[in-house]
């Protein structure tokens, strides 16, 4: 994480940006999930054993929300991360109890406002990784910046 505030002028197409680590487990994955997404396979590892998952998985929810922390911590942008929609959002595998989360993301494309001049949108593809580099979540934000002021 850096404390060097995100401006529009300091992001390019191509730029890259990796997160810090999140360490992730059980009492984590459950806890969010009593809370968030009350299902088996996220609240009782024992019971999870015979789903499709075949033991304790962590909802998509909450890998969302460790990634949102991600973004923050990696993209400290101006004004705050202040997201303008998702164009895709996947989970391809499943995170786990002693998962090591870290997320890789890339500036697709710089979108300038056409009736404000003073910001754009950008799109960012981001990925979050666990420690043996498999994905475990791919999404498309699309983020409000701002030009350095004056």
Sequence with gaps: MTDKKLYLDDLF???TFKSGEHALDAEQI????????PQVFHTDAEL??????????GSGWHTAAISMKLVVESLP???GVIGGGVEQLAWPQAT??????HLESEILEIIP???KPDR???RVHCKTLNQRGEVV????????????PA
């Design 96 to 101: 786990r109890p002693g998962d090591v989360l």
């Design 77 to 79: 942008m101006s004004s």
């Design 113 to 115: 406002s056409r009736s």
């Design 13 to 15: 197409v191509g730029q």
């Design 48 to 57: 999870a054993k015979d789903t499709f998952f075949q033991g304790l998985a």
């Design 120 to 122: 754009a949108m950008v």
């Design 30 to 37: 459950v806890a969010f999930a009593r809370q968030f997404d």
């Design 137 to 148: 979540q791919d999404f498309i934000p699309k983020l409000l910046a701002f030009k350095r």
